[in-house]
T-cell receptor
């Protein structure tokens, strides 16, 4: 089946620890994204990547890091510098990071719920 | 930066009632508009989208949305809701590469 997988579904972390969230897609999409979802705030963009070995900061990148070594994978590391990391994290992908003249829908994974203890 | 406003935080209605969810955005240039839905325990999924052409867009499960450029709005409608429409609905606006989301509206449909 084609789609986006995220693991784990639930993750618990102690304060001061880094943790890495996995995101894999087999849709052959070039662009991938990480969002954070908090109650009453919708989704906020953390990082995005247009192509392998390239990524850009979104609106709330502080305390997070990413890598894009393979087209199908875009892991997100939540570092100890992130002051309020407890949230629901969503990964998405799209065909390409295109301008307004192209129709480009983002497809989302099931999410990872991170809780900092 | 783009700002997306959804007027209602939580809507409660009975089956067969009509639904309208408001969405307004701030940017006046070329935008692409989306409604996403998140059913309980499921992925966020696309309900419908507008890129160009007819401003009245039809999506899945009987939903439709109307793009009114002069009002910067993209309201979602369904004439008769079902219990299975209980979900959280997000309006999103794509400006260049970036997709900006509204805060979401939780819709609860009572049988």
């Amino acid at each position: 089946d084609g789609g986006i997988t995220q693991s784990p579904k639930y993750l618990f972390r102690k304060e001061g620890q880094n943790v890495t969230l996995s995101c894999e897609q087999n849709l052959n999409h070039d662009a991938m994204y990480w969002y954070r979802q908090d109650p009453g705030q919708g989704l906020r963009l953390i990082y995005y990547s247009q192509i392998v070995n390239d990524f850009q900061k979104g609106d709330i990148a502080e305390g997070y890091s990413v890598s894009r070594e393979k087209k199908e994978s875009f892991p997100l590391t939540v570092t100890s510098a992130q002051k309020n990391p407890t949230a629901f994290y969503l990964c998405a992908s799209s065909i390409g990071l295109l301008g307004p003249e192209r129709a480009d829908t983002q497809y989302f994974g099931p999410g990872t719920r991170l809780t900092v203890l | 930066a783009q700002s997306v406003s959804q007027h209602n935080h939580h809507v409660i209605l009975s089956e067969a009632a009509s639904l309208e969810l408001g969405c307004n955005y701030s940017y006046g240039g070329t935008v692409n508009l989306f409604w996403y839905v998140q059913y309980p325990g499921q992925h966020l999924q696309l309900l419908l989208k507008y890129f160009s052409g007819d401003p009245l867009v039809k999506g899945i499960k009987g939903f439709e949305a109307e793009f009114i450029k002069s009002k910067f709005s993209f309201n979602l409608r369904k004439p008769s809701v079902q219990w299975s429409d209980t979900a959280e609905y997000f309006c999103a606006v794509k400006e260049n590469y970036k997709l900006s989301f509204g805060a979401g509206t939780t819709v609860t449909v009572r049988a």
